[in-house]
C-alpha cells in the first residue's frame, strides 16, 4: 500500500467531506515532523519501527501497548495513513477536583482510516482506572468503553474523530503472528515462493482443507519459509486474527479465506439428530 499523492488526498477529503480548515490540519499534521520524541520511564521501553506501509520509522512509547497498536495500524487495512505524536497538539478541557482545567495534549498517533481520520490514545487499563479518579478526562461509558470527551469535543470541531485504545482491546494472537511474519513482511516484494513448490503446496492444502500448519511443514517437505513466505503475502491463508503461527499443529491452512468460512460453517454446523444418530435399543423386559 502507497501512501496517498496530491490528488488521492485531495479525493479522500472530498469523499469524507471534510472542510478545507479540516484540510489544512491534516496536511499540517501529515508534513509536521512528531511533535515530541517518545520518552523512556519506568516500565516503558520505547520502541522505533520500521514501517512498509508509512515508508518511515514509527516510533511507539511503550512496547507493551503503543507498539500493539502500532501493528495494528500497520497492518490493518482499513488503516491507510498512521502518524506518530501529531504536530500540532490538542488543547483539552477538563475538571480536576471540580475545577476546570485546560492543557495541551500529543496524542499517540493520528490514524486516516478508510471511513474516518482522528486521533488515538493508547493507555494501559489500570493507567486509565489511576487517572479518572483523579479528573473526568478519562471515563467509562456504560458500553464498558473508554472515552475521553474533551478529546471528541475538540475533534469534533473538524469533523475527526478522537479514541481511547485501552490495553484490553490488543489481539496478543495476531499480535504474536505479526512479529513472527515481519521479517518477511519487511522484505516481501523481493521474496519469493518457486511456483513448483507453491503447486505442491496448493495441492496438499486442496486436498486435506484445514490441514495443520505442522502437519503442512511435514508432509510437504518443503523449507519453512517457503511457507511464512506463501502466508505473508496471502498465496495461502490463515486466520492470523484467532491462530498463533508459533502454535502450528493448531493451526488450520486453507487456500483463501472463502475455502476457511466454508471449512468452519461446515465443522460447526448441527450434529444429525437422526435415528442413526441417537439408536433406540429395544431389549426384553425394556420400557417404552
Not at 485546560?102 to 471511513?115: G, L, W
Request: charged letters at 25%; one cysteine or more; aromatic letters at 10%.
Amino acid at each position: 500500500m502507497a501512501l496517498l499523492d496530491k490528488l488521492a488526498f485531495l479525493s479522500y477529503c472530498r469523499r469524507l467531506n471534510f472542510s478545507q480548515e479540516t484540510q489544512d490540519l491534516i496536511t499540517t499534521i501529515r508534513t509536521s515532523p512528531p511533535n515530541r520524541n517518545p520518552r523512556a520511564s519506568k516500565g516503558n521501553v520505547p520502541v522505533s519501527y520500521p514501517s512498509t506501509k508509512m515508508q518511515c520509522i514509527i516510533k511507539a512509547e511503550s512496547y507493551k501497548v503503543e507498539f500493539a497498536f502500532l501493528l495494528e495500524a500497520e497492518h490493518s487495512t482499513d488503516v491507510l495513513e498512521f502518524y506518530d505524536q501529531p504536530h500540532p497538539p490538542l488543547k483539552l478541557t477538563y475538571k480536576t477536583n471540580a475545577r476546570k482545567q485546560t492543557s495541551f495534549h500529543t496524542a499517540d498517533y493520528f490514524v486516516m482510516r478508510y471511513k474516518s481520520a482522528g486521533w488515538e490514545e493508547c493507555k494501559p487499563v489500570n493507567e486509565l482506572i489511576r487517572l479518572s479518579q483523579r479528573s473526568d478526562r478519562y471515563q467509562l461509558d456504560e458500553r464498558g468503553v473508554w472515552r475521553c470527551l474533551s478529546g471528541e469535543a475538540y475533534a469534533k470541531e473538524f469533523g475527526l474523530t478522537y479514541s481511547v485504545r485501552a490495553s484490553d482491546q490488543i489481539n496478543w494472537a495476531a499480535q504474536d503472528n505479526w512479529l513472527y511474519l515481519d521479517q518477511y513482511y519487511q522484505d516481501l516484494e523481493k521474496l519469493t515462493v518457486p511456483e513448483d513448490a507453491l503447486t505442491k503446496l496448493y495441492q496438499l492444502v486442496d486436498e486435506c482443507r484445514g490441514i495443520s500448519l505442522a502437519d503442512l511443514r511435514e508432509v510437504s517437505e518443503l523449507p519453512s519459509d517457503f511457507i511464512n513466505i506463501a502466508i505473508a503475502n496471502h498465496a495461502l491463508y490463515v486466520d492470523l486474527l484467532s491462530h498463533r503461527l508459533t502454535e502450528p499443529s493448531r493451526t488450520p491452512v486453507f487456500l483463501d479465506q472463502k475455502a476457511a468460512l466454508a471449512f468452519t460453517r461446515r465443522d460447526s454446523s448441527d450434529p444429525d439428530l437422526g435415528a442413526d444418530a441417537h439408536p433406540v435399543v429395544i431389549e426384553s423386559g425394556s420400557d417404552i
